[in-house]
């Protein structure tokens, strides 16, 4: 994971990268040999586990805490392909601080090709009656420090 500041003539802007990869298995692929376009969606997951994990507060911190952090929008630009055995590197990116909702962005590569970009937005809910809370004391202090 990496802080990457930079500066605008207007504003700091920090952002927050994790970076993963996943192998592409036969059973991520259609009848034409493509990943499915579902499929990208389970990537985004797996980057948004990695960015949790590389800040410190893992998904199973927010369990523990009573809290879950549902999507409630994702959107996918399909731009390119991947197939049977590519390797996809999944960067994640956390461009704002978090409030009752979190917004993180995707990149999907094969090598050096962009395939898919797109977003995820959660809200943090209250797990016992499943209503929007505010995130948890020690997640906005951490958040804090980062941005």
Same mark, same amino acid.
């Given at each position: 994971?990496?802080?990457?500041?930079?500066?605008?003539?207007?504003?700091?802007?920090?952002?927050?990268?994790?970076?993963?990869? *996943?192998? #592409?298995?036969? @059973?991520?692929?259609?009848? +034409?040999?493509? $990943?499915?376009?579902?499929?990208?969606? &389970?990537?985004?997951?797996?980057?948004?586990?990695?960015?949790?994990?590389?800040?410190?507060?893992?998904?199973?911190?927010?369990?523990?805490?009573?809290?879950?952090?549902?999507?409630?929008?994702?959107?996918?630009?399909?731009?390119?392909?991947?197939?049977?055995?590519? *390797?996809? #590197?999944?960067? @994640?990116?956390?461009?704002? +601080?978090?409030? $009752?909702?979190?917004?993180?962005?995707? &990149?999907?590569?094969?090598?050096?090709?962009?395939?898919?970009?797109?977003?995820?937005?959660?809200?943090?809910?209250?797990?016992?009656?499943?209503?929007?809370?505010?995130?948890?004391?020690?997640?906005?202090?951490?958040?804090?420090?980062?941005?």
């Amino acid at each position: 994971m990496e802080d990457i500041r930079s500066t605008n003539e207007n504003s700091d802007i920090t952002m927050i990268k994790s970076e993963m990869s *996943i192998r #592409v298995l036969y @059973a991520h692929t259609d009848k +034409m040999g493509i $990943v499915n376009n579902g499929r990208y969606l &389970e990537y985004f997951e797996a980057g948004r586990n990695t960015l949790l994990r590389e800040l410190g507060y893992p998904y199973t911190e927010l369990e523990k805490s009573h809290y879950g952090l549902p999507v409630i929008e994702a959107h996918a630009n399909y731009i390119s392909t991947a197939v049977y055995d590519d *390797i996809v #590197v999944v960067k @994640a990116f956390l461009k704002q +601080m978090p409030t $009752v909702k979190v917004k993180i962005e995707y &990149e999907l590569y094969v090598g050096n090709r962009l395939i898919v970009t797109g977003y995820t937005i959660h809200s943090f809910i209250n797990m016992a009656t499943m209503k929007p809370a505010r995130p948890p004391k020690d997640f906005v202090e951490l958040m804090k420090g980062k941005f």
